[in-house]
């Protein structure tokens, strides 16, 4: 029986009363979740799913999505995610791409022309099959979710994780961030996320209750105050939505005392982001980076106070990561070049894409497409992909370094940086998302104060970034809007 499985059991054993999975409508012990689950092995075993089949997921609700997903982990099913959310067109690409051969879903819609299981929990839970272990998967080498990348490029790429690289996953990510059993978890990104449904599985496994939030109607702030979360994991997206409509108050003390911790990830997180989460939101907050494909990989101390600017802190425990120029060399302490990593649960290559997964891998270590430096301290400084570089007269510029800067402007929320190439020649340019008024000559100005020749060319002003399902920037969208208008 995998990690996950075994867990499962030995808490409804242990721990039955316990609660497992908690939303703002609904709860689950462990006795019940481990009831349900077996239930919905067996009746998804009847209906001829099997150890190795692709099954698609596809739901409203989370709760019932986690059921299902616990459920094929027993079954040594590979499950992949259909977004409900995502469009009928996406979710297709998606069926063709992985080779899906059954959906499992709450709901009725178009089937791709594959055999579509309707998973209700109350049907599951009058249910009274036998248990059988014999069905339960045991290899660990078996592929236990198929990921389709959150990227920034303009084809996602799918790769597999293993019951084996979850299991080291898992681990890692316990002993990075300890969870104690009944302490509360809430990840606000939606259970289809790779990343979110890792983090959930960690907490199950450490006995803790997995919290989840049925509607975004409903505030991230009320579900901690309401359902007593120990431990938030935000996006940087999410983290500044919340600053932004608590920006006028300026508050003498946390807003979530209760919280033992607060992480954000996915993209740059700026100095006065940071600051301004310690102070109005929680203290005890980290910053992490990683990658799907690689897992955790960086993190700062919770108690960090003197924040280097663009720090993702130190390599955490079990992971190595260089800094390479071109050759694969490693540059000196202070020297921007490529970052290259190793670890516990790395994936091993792109399913159908060999080109990519030999940019991607190479002896042994797993390259992101990402460029950073190390400090004398040995943080890790992110200066962002390695595709946005801009070689402006043969000097590089790195886009983070100028987005920095922008972001220290008051009246600057958020910035996105680029190169745009005129006449054959690449130019740094900008988009912002502001405050308050202001001119573009301001900004460019500036700029120019700080950063002198390396300031940006063009400044683009938007109400909102077009980003990806993570809520990662897509730079090339912008640059196009950009380029459209200087055409026009």
Not at 134 to 157: E, F, N, P, R, Y
Request: glycine share 6%.
């Amino acid at each position: 029986m995998v990690l996950i499985s075994k867990k499962l059991e030995e808490h409804a054993k242990n721990q039955p009363y316990a609660l497992a999975i908690i939303s703002e409508i609904a709860m689950l012990n462990y006795k019940i979740l481990n009831h349900l689950v077996w239930q919905s092995a067996l009746w998804l075993h009847q209906n001829g799913v099997q150890a190795n089949s692709r099954v698609g997921l596809s739901f409203n609700n989370q709760m019932t999505h986690m059921v299902a997903s616990l459920a094929l982990l027993r079954l040594g099913a590979a499950q992949i995610s259909l977004p409900a959310g995502e469009p009928e067109a996406v979710r297709e690409k998606i069926v063709l791409r992985t080779k899906i051969s059954v959906i499992v879903s709450d709901f009725s819609e178009e089937n791709f022309g594959l055999q579509r299981l309707l998973l209700a929990l109350p049907a599951m839970m009058d249910s009274k099959a036998p248990v059988a272990y014999h069905l339960c998967a045991q290899d660990q080498d078996m592929v236990a979710q198929v990921v389709i990348g959150s990227g920034t490029t303009a084809v996602a790429k799918a790769f597999s994780v293993t019951y084996q690289s979850m299991t080291a996953r898992i681990h890692h990510r316990l002993a990075t961030l300890p969870i104690l059993p009944q302490e509360r978890y809430f990840r606000v990104a939606n259970v289809d996320f790779f990343s979110t449904k890792q983090s959930n599985l960690a907490c199950l496994v450490a006995g803790g209750t997995v919290v989840l939030r049925e509607s975004k109607e409903t505030s991230i702030l009320s579900i901690c105050d309401r359902l007593a979360v120990d431990h938030l994991a935000l996006t940087v997206v999410q983290a500044q939505r919340l600053l932004e409509r608590g920006r006028s108050v300026d508050q003498e003390s946390p807003r979530l005392p209760r919280l033992k911790t607060l992480s954000v990830g996915t993209s740059s997180v700026t100095d006065e982001i940071f600051y301004r989460l310690q102070k109005n939101l929680c203290p005890y907050l980290y910053i992490r980076y990683g990658t799907n494909e690689f897992g955790g990989a960086t993190s700062t101390p919770l108690t960090y106070q003197n924040r280097i600017p663009g720090s993702v802190g130190k390599p955490e425990q079990g992971v190595e990561i260089e800094i390479v120029d071109e050759q694969d060399q490693p540059c000196a302490t202070g020297t921007v070049g490529i970052i290259r990593m190793r670890g516990p649960g790395m994936f091993n290559g792109y399913e159908d894409n060999p080109g990519a997964t030999a940019k991607a891998l190479r002896n042994g270590w797993y390259y992101p497409g990402d460029v950073g430096q190390f400090d004398p301290q040995g943080e890790l400084i992110f200066r962002g992909r390695a595709d946005d570089l801009i070689i402006f007269e043969g000097v590089n510029i790195y886009p983070r370094e100028i987005e920095e800067v922008l972001e220290q402007h008051p009246a600057v929320l958020e910035a996105a940086v680029f190169p745009l190439t005129i006449k054959g020649s690449q130019v740094p340019a900008a988009a912002v998302r502001v405050s308050e008024q202001v001119s573009e000559q301001a900004l460019l100005e500036f700029c120019k104060k700080h950063i002198n020749w390396r300031a940006p060319g063009w400044i683009l002003f938007m109400d909102e970034f077009p980003r990806n399902a993570a809520g990662k920037i897509l730079k090339r969208e912008i640059r196009e809007m950009l380029h459209q208008k200087l055409l026009d």
